[in-house]
Each structure stands twice: as C-alpha cells, then as structure tokens.
Nanobody
Framework: QVQLVESGGGLVQAGGSLRLSCAASGNLFGINAMGWYRQAPGKQRELVAIISSGGHPNYADSVKGRFTISRDNAKNTVDLQMNSLKPEDTGVYYC????????????????WGQGTQVTVGS
C-alpha cells in the first residue's frame, strides 16, 4: 500500500494562512482520489476537501472560498492551502487516498496519514 505523510501544520492567528502537504510513497500504483479530513476535539472526523485523479476538487461548505486543494501526480503530493483561517478550523488534519488493490481488482483501499495538528488562535 501507499504510505502518506502530512506536514505543514502549526499554530497561527485567526486570519492567517497555512499550507499543508501530503507526500505519498511506497506502492504508488492505482492511486485514485486524494483528500483531506479533519477532526476537531470532541467531534467526528469530517471531510475538508477531495480531489479526483483528474484534478477536480470538491470542498466542504465551511471551507469554500478559503481553502484550495491541489495535487501533483508527478511528485506524488497533494496540498491544502488554507487562507483566512478561523478558530473553528482547529483540529488534526489527515491526508487520505484511495488506492486500487491491483490491476484486476475493483476493490480500493482507503489509506490514512498520521495527521498533522492545526491550531488557530482567536
């Protein structure tokens, strides 16, 4: 399977920006959609943004107009540019990828990174 490693989290003030990056390594065959989830303290993990293998993005309503997801298939990375950050954006951000098991299978793994902390002060 692919391995995913997130970076770029940190502490910023409200209104600031961060750029998260997810690097994929290991078995890179069959990577399909990739995206970002987040989990705030005491809340369920929620989708932030996803991007298809063809580069088509979708966003949670709460981040539309502020966050931008992008991917570079040649470098095996997916980024999340976060602008105009709000305290409610605080949480652990997880990179996620769909990966086809093999060339003859229609089964897809869902692979998660270890997460990176984003904290936005009020």
């Amino acid at each position: 399977q692919v391995q995913l490693v997130e970076s770029g989290g940190g502490l910023v003030q409200a209104g600031g920006s961060l750029r998260l990056s997810c690097a994929a390594s290991g078995n890179l065959f069959g990577i399909n959609a990739m995206g970002w989830y987040r989990q705030a303290p005491g809340k369920q993990r929620e989708l932030v943004a996803i991007i298809s293998s063809g580069g088509h993005p979708n966003y949670a309503d709460s981040v539309k107009g502020r966050f931008t997801i992008s991917r570079d298939n040649a470098k095996n990375t997916v980024d999340l540019q976060m602008n105009s950050l709000k305290p409610e954006d605080t949480g652990v951000y997880y990179c996620v990828a769909e990966q086809r098991r093999d060339a003859t299978s229609n089964y897809y793994y869902t692979k998660w990174g270890q997460g990176t902390q984003v904290t936005v002060g009020s």
